[in-house]
């Protein structure tokens, strides 16, 4: 694993915080949720400093959307949240989610398969 800041990379010699946002939706919202996520990264979050990265996943019984994003660091993240733009984007996802759980982490271990 390379440690280019233009693809997500689980290290720990990164020094990136990572967001892991969890989103509980009914499962008739969780596509939309999805689409709106993926929007609000493509048009917004991505041209932002300080990203690196987002994946979203959805889990196989529709009952969660997760959002895994990279930041170089916490200053960065936290001007984002102060973003109008960014707001906005949030607010259209808080309104298809039941809850929402974002949480900043970094990288304590890491397993691969030998």
Do not use: C
């Amino acid at each position: 694993m390379g440690h280019d800041l233009d693809m997500p990379d689980i290290s720990q010699l990164n020094l990136v915080v990572t967001l892991i946002n969890t989103f509980t939706v009914k499962s008739e919202n969780q596509d939309e949720l999805i689409r709106v996520l993926d929007e609000a990264t493509e048009q917004v979050m991505r041209h932002m400093p300080g990203f690196v990265s987002a994946s979203l996943h959805k889990s196989l019984d529709g009952t969660r959307v997760v959002n895994y994003a990279q930041w170089t660091d916490e200053a960065a993240f936290k001007a984002m949240l102060r973003d109008e733009r960014a707001q906005a984007h949030m607010a259209a996802a808080s309104k298809l989610a039941e809850r929402f759980e974002p949480v900043l982490y970094t990288v304590s271990a890491i397993h691969e398969r030998v």
